[in-house]
T-cell receptor, first 112, second 113 residues
């Protein structure tokens, strides 16, 4: 149990579908992150939220739309994805009082 | 900008062999340094950390020492087990409480019985 929970663990979607990934943390952290992990590529930071405000958007295509309604929840809304978007999407959280980030187990996304 | 460079893998060892995975960083001041481990099909787990120069982080037989003079944080284990097979990531967090973690590319370790 890492304290960061991601759902679903696996998702298969067509290129015309709309789906959402959910992340929830019960650690009292103020910052939440989305990372993309593709095969044979480095871990890519996508978005950072701090106290519900987006503080970083790493040139992510608009077909990925994050939402952070409160400090405990983070969503990634997906629409009209491409096959190359297939990857493991990782959520993480951290706080000002701890230097490390805690990761969820990830959502394995396959776009067909 | 801040960056982390870790040795390219994959690394293949026999059980009970000595492990070293090199990690060097570029950052101003005194960043916090981390090693994360990712087992197949899982997210990243914090393995160990060091927050100031000369600190040694340790966990599960793994160790790494924060060397400011060489800007390094090499991961070592004296005797690896098959269960240590995973991908290992070196990472830093900039001094001053930046929320951004910077990761290396990861090193895949396979330990054979």
């Amino acid at each position: 149990e890492t304290g960061v929970t991601q759902t679903p663990r696996h998702l298969v979607m067509g290129m015309t579908n709309k789906k959402s990934l959910k992340c929830e943390q019960h650690l009292g952290h103020n910052a939440m992150y989305w990372y993309k992990q593709s095969a044979k590529k480095p871990l890519e930071l996508m978005f950072v939220y701090n106290f519900k405000e987006q503080t970083e958007n790493n040139s992510v295509p608009s077909r990925f739309s994050p939402e952070c309604p409160n400090s405990s929840h983070l969503f990634l809304h997906l629409h009209t994805l491409q096959p190359e978007d297939s990857a493991l999407y990782l959520c993480a959280s951290s706080s000002l009082s701890h230097t490390e980030a805690f990761f969820g187990q990830g959502t394995r996304l396959t776009v067909v | 900008g801040d960056s982390v460079t870790q040795m390219e893998g994959p690394v293949t060892l026999s059980e009970e062999a000595f492990l070293t995975i090199n990690c060097t960083y570029t950052a101003t001041g005194y960043p916090s340094l981390f090693w994360y481990v990712q087992y197949p099909g899982e997210g990243l787990q914090l393995l160990l950390k060091a927050t100031k120069a000369d600190d040694k982080g340790s966990n599960k037989g793994f160790e790494a020492t924060y060397r400011k003079e060489t800007t390094s944080f090499h991961l070592e284990k004296g005797s690896v087990q098959v269960s240590d097979s995973a991908v290992y990531f070196c990472a830093l967090r900039a001094q001053g409480g930046s929320e951004k973690l910077v990761f290396g590319k990861g090193t895949k370790l396979t330990v054979n019985p």
